[in-house]
C-alpha cells in the first residue's frame, strides 16, 4: 500500500512538473517606430522601421515554435503611427506577460560622417557597433524588468554579441553594467507604461556601414534571435541555461 501511495504521488509530482514546465508565457514584440515615422535611416539609406519588422518576425517565428510561447504576438505589424504609451496597453489587452521592444540603433550627430552608396550622400557612423539593452525604472514591474534585461544580456554575451557603450552619459540614459550593456531609461515611453516587465532591445548600430552588413546576414540574425529565446525561456522558467 505504503509502494503504492509513493508511485502515485510521484507520478502527480511529475504530471505537475510537465504542466509547470509548458505555462503560457505570451510575449508582445513591439516593432519599434512605423511606416510614417522610420526611426533612424541605415548607411546604406533604408528604414530602420524594415529592420525592426523583419527581426521581430524573425523572433515571434521561433518563440511560436516552442508551446509555451505560442500565444505571443507582434504589436504595429502593418506599421501605422501607434503612440508609444498605446502600444504596452495593446499588449497588456491581449494578456502578455512581457513587452519586448525591438529597434535598430544610430549615433549622435557629432559622431556622423559622410559617404557616398550608389550614389547618394548619406550619413555613416563606423566608430561604434554592438547591441544595447534598455529598461525603465518607472516601468510597472522594474526589478523583473532588469532582470529580463540582465538575462538578455547574459545570453547575448554567451552569443559571442558585444554590446555598445555609446549611449552612457548621453541625456537620461544610464548605463547600469559595462559587460552585458544595460541602460536605465526611465522616462522611455513605450516602457514606462507598461505594467508587465519591459525592455527594449537595440539589435545594432544601422548607421555603421559594416555592421549593417551583419544585421542582414541570415546567419547573424538567427544568432540574435536564439539569444533572445534562450533569454525569455530563462525568465519564464526561472532556470538559467547550461552554457
Given at each position: 500500500?505504503?509502494?503504492?501511495l509513493?508511485?502515485v ?33 541605415s ?14 518576425r ?11 510561447f505560442?500565444g ?8 501605422e ?15 502578455a ?10 549615433v ?8 557616398v ?8 557612423c ?15 514591474n ?25 549611449h552612457a ?9 559595462r559587460e552585458?550593456g ?18 527594449l ?15 542582414c546576414?541570415p546567419?547573424y ?8 529565446y ?14
Amino acid at each position: 500500500m505504503a509502494a503504492l501511495l509513493i508511485m502515485v504521488v510521484c507520478l502527480l509530482g511529475s504530471g505537475a512538473a510537465a504542466a509547470g514546465q509548458f505555462q503560457e508565457c505570451r510575449v508582445a514584440i513591439d516593432i519599434g517606430h512605423s511606416l510614417r515615422d522610420p526611426g533612424a535611416i541605415s548607411a546604406r539609406g533604408v528604414p530602420e522601421y524594415r529592420f525592426n519588422r523583419h527581426m521581430a518576425r524573425l523572433l515571434l517565428a521561433r518563440l511560436q515554435q516552442d508551446p509555451q510561447f505560442r500565444g505571443s504576438f507582434l504589436v504595429n505589424e502593418t506599421g501605422e503611427a501607434v503612440p508609444l504609451a498605446s502600444r504596452p496597453a495593446i499588449a497588456a489587452a491581449r494578456g502578455a506577460a512581457i513587452f519586448l521592444s525591438i529597434h535598430h540603433d544610430s549615433v549622435y550627430p557629432e559622431q556622423l560622417s559622410k559617404w557616398v552608396y550608389q550614389g547618394r550622400l548619406l550619413d555613416v557612423c563606423d566608430l561604434f557597433s554592438g547591441h544595447s539593452i534598455f529598461f525603465s525604472g518607472k516601468n510597472g514591474n522594474p526589478e523583473a524588468s532588469l532582470r529580463l534585461a540582465r538575462g538578455i544580456g547574459r545570453a547575448m554575451r554567451q552569443a559571442g554579441l558585444r554590446p555598445t557603450l555609446h549611449h552612457a552619459g548621453r541625456g537620461n540614459k544610464v548605463l547600469l553594467d559595462r559587460e552585458l550593456g544595460i541602460y536605465a531609461f526611465d522616462n522611455l515611453a513605450v516602457l514606462k507604461n507598461a505594467d508587465m516587465p519591459a525592455v527594449l532591445f537595440e539589435c545594432g548600430v544601422i548607421k555603421n556601414s559594416q555592421e549593417e552588413v551583419k544585421l542582414c546576414d541570415p546567419s547573424y540574425q538567427q544568432r540574435l534571435v536564439e539569444a533572445l529565446y534562450t533569454a525569455l525561456k530563462e525568465y519564464c522558467t526561472g532556470k538559467r541555461p547550461a552554457f
